[in-house]
T-cell receptor, first 114, second 118 residues
Framework: AQKVTQAQTEISVVEKEDVTLDCVYE???????LFWYKQPPSGELVFLIR??????QNEISGRYSWNFQKSTSSFNFTITASQVVDSAVYFC???????????FGTGTSLTVIP | NAGVMQNPRHLVRRRGQEARLRCSPM?????VYWYRQLPEEGLKFMVY????????ESGMPKERFSAEFPKEGPSILRIQQVVRGDSAAYFC????????????????FGAGSRLTVL
């Protein structure tokens, strides 16, 4: 069973619009970690945030914010006032207390149109 | 502070040849992970290594693939007798020793090695 689902394959927005990227996860572990990574056109993966399962506080970092809802098993990512430099593929990932791997979603390709 | 260094960035091989991908972890990191990204897909775990030890190779194909992380030098992912289906981006990541198991650590990824098999 897929552990991380990113249902949005591609999203296009016009610059300065807000955009939310959805992430739904599945785990039986009570201790787990959620991540977002950005993959710009150059190809490397850039770490954005880690959230553990005991911390449901939403987080804001500049134009980025994250909404963690355990009740719906979701960890959504919002970019406010999007910019062209935000164009990238964004991956949500899950790791569990037991185990050594990250489970990645299939990614959401975001295009910000100037 | 150099990040995770992978080379080569691009590698072209013909079917049946061998591919060797190298990864130097971030300074101070002792854990190395390899992931594979197929076109239009997310990253899939392959193997987790510490110096001179393979900790978890549950994601490695049973044949033709091997990985090592020697006491000195970079980690190597080796693919023997490559086939077209091996064409993918191979990412290495590293993490420091941390608490709570491997899953608790933030992975720092390299830029990837893109293998094309003709």
């Amino acid at each position: 069973a897929q552990k991380v689902t990113q249902a949005q394959t591609e999203i296009s927005v016009v610059e300065k619009e807000d955009v939310t990227l959805d992430c739904v996860y599945e785990t039986r572990d009570t201790t787990y970690y959620l991540f977002w990574y950005k993959q710009p056109p150059s190809g490397e993966l850039v770490f954005l945030i880690r959230r553990n399962s005991f911390d449901e506080q939403n987080e804001i970092s500049g134009r980025y914010s994250w909404n963690f809802q355990k009740s719906t098993s979701s960890f959504n990512f919002t970019i406010t006032a999007s910019q062209v430099v935000d164009s990238a593929v964004y991956f949500c990932a899950l790791s569990e207390r037991i185990g050594n791997q990250f489970y990645f979603g299939t990614g959401t390709s975001l295009t910000v149109i100037p | 502070n150099a990040g995770v260094m992978q080379n080569p960035r691009h590698l072209v091989r013909r079917r049946g040849q061998e591919a060797r991908l190298r990864c130097s972890p971030m300074k101070g990191h002792s854990h190395v992970y390899w992931y594979r990204q197929l076109p239009e897909e997310g990253l899939k775990f392959m193997v987790y290594l510490q110096k001179e030890n393979i900790i978890d190779e549950s994601g490695m194909p049973k044949e033709r693939f091997s990985a090592e992380f020697p006491k000195e030098g970079p980690s190597i992912l080796r693919i023997q007798q490559v086939v077209r289906g091996d064409s993918a981006a191979y990412f290495c990541a590293s993490s420091p020793i941390g608490q709570g198991g491997a899953g608790a650590n933030v992975l720092t990824f390299g830029a990837g090695s893109r293998l094309t098999v003709l």
